[in-house]
């Protein structure tokens, strides 16, 4: 229920990166109930492996693609993203840093945080530029859901 809260925020048509994907959530959550294209970036094989056989089991095809990438080297790859999602990946400010290169211009980010949001936000100067909507989560007291927009939706 957790990853499954943002999924209103993702339009079918929307090609979606998940930064620090761990087990492949939000982003196999995701897949599965919008339709949306999704690349879940991460380091660690394991993970990888789990959720290459997450999509092979669940016949996701062409639609969920686990990246064995370091996030902060992708942009030297040509694929741009509509949405940038995270979950337990870092701080805002690593988010933005990592993912700005990255984000469509009026693509949004779409982050799972904690109480700690507000610290964050603070000191981040990244964070000044962008549009800042906060919902409240449903399923973790204090925590938020943030829709961050560089440009018109």
């Given amino acids: 229920l957790d990853c499954a ?28 109930l919008t339709g949306a294209k ?5 380091l660690v094989g394991k993970k990888i492996q789990f959720m290459s ?22 942009s030297d790859k040509k694929e741009r993203y509509s949405v ?9 400010d690593n988010i933005l840093r990592a993912g700005n290169p990255l984000l469509l211009e009026g693509g949004k980010y779409i982050l799972l945080k904690g109480a700690s949001f507000d610290e ?20 973790f007291t204090g925590g938020k859901i943030l829709v961050l927009s560089n440009g018109s939706t």
């Fill in 38 to 42: 999704i690349h879940a970036c991460e």
């Fill in 5 to 32: 809260q943002i999924c209103p925020l993702i339009k079918s048509d929307d090609v979606v990166l998940d930064i620090g994907a761990g087990a492949g959530l939000p982003s196999i959550i995701i897949c599965i």
């Fill in 53 to 74: 056989e997450v999509k092979r089991q669940l016949k996701l095809g062409d639609q969920f693609l686990p990246l064995k990438e370091d996030v902060y080297k992708l």
């Fill in 120 to 139: 964050e936000k603070n000191a981040s100067p990244l964070i000044k530029c962008m549009t800042i909507e906060e919902k409240k989560s449903i399923t």
């Fill in 84 to 92: 940038i999602t995270s979950r337990a990946f870092s701080e805002v």
